[in-house]
């Protein structure tokens, strides 16, 4: 599976952006995928991850309630709609697939297949 993330930029704090991932391959619609993020001198970092069906989802305590993830398997295309921007949300932010489907997983190493990443800046 080979993964492409975008929307990031550049919002004041306070705002809103929709992040997508692209993947291709054979039967991605089977995959839990999961949303990393990686600030400067900091360690990637889980935010939240999503089942194959879009019925479960997960989130980092520090995004709860304000990060919602989706997607619509029909165009192999999963969304990380980020509300309420704070400064520290401020980071690269990459997709991951994995095949095994565990949605419920917050461990880098879960994930076998990775996007490149997209930068989001949030400005005070």
């Known amino acids: 599976v080979q993964l492409q993330a975008s929307g990031g930029g550049l919002v004041q704090a306070g705002g809103s952006l929709r992040l997508s991932c692209l993947a291709s391959?054979?039967?991605?619609?089977?995959?839990?995928v999961g949303w990393f993020r990686q600030a400067p001198g900091k360690t990637r970092e889980f935010v939240g991850s999503i089942s194959w069906r879009g019925d479960n989802s997960y989130y980092a305590d520090s995004v709860k309630g304000r990060f919602t993830c989706s997607r619509d398997n029909a165009k192999n295309a999963i969304y990380l709609q980020m509300n309420s921007l704070k400064p520290e949300d401020t980071a690269v932010y990459y997709c991951?697939?994995?095949?095994?489907?565990?949605?419920?997983?917050?461990?880098?190493?879960?994930?076998?297949?990775w996007g490149q990443g997209t930068l989001v800046t949030v400005s005070s």
């Open positions: 991951a697939a994995d095949a095994g489907g565990r949605w419920y997983s917050d461990s880098l190493g879960t994930y076998e297949s």
């Open positions: 391959g054979r039967s991605f619609s089977r995959h839990a």
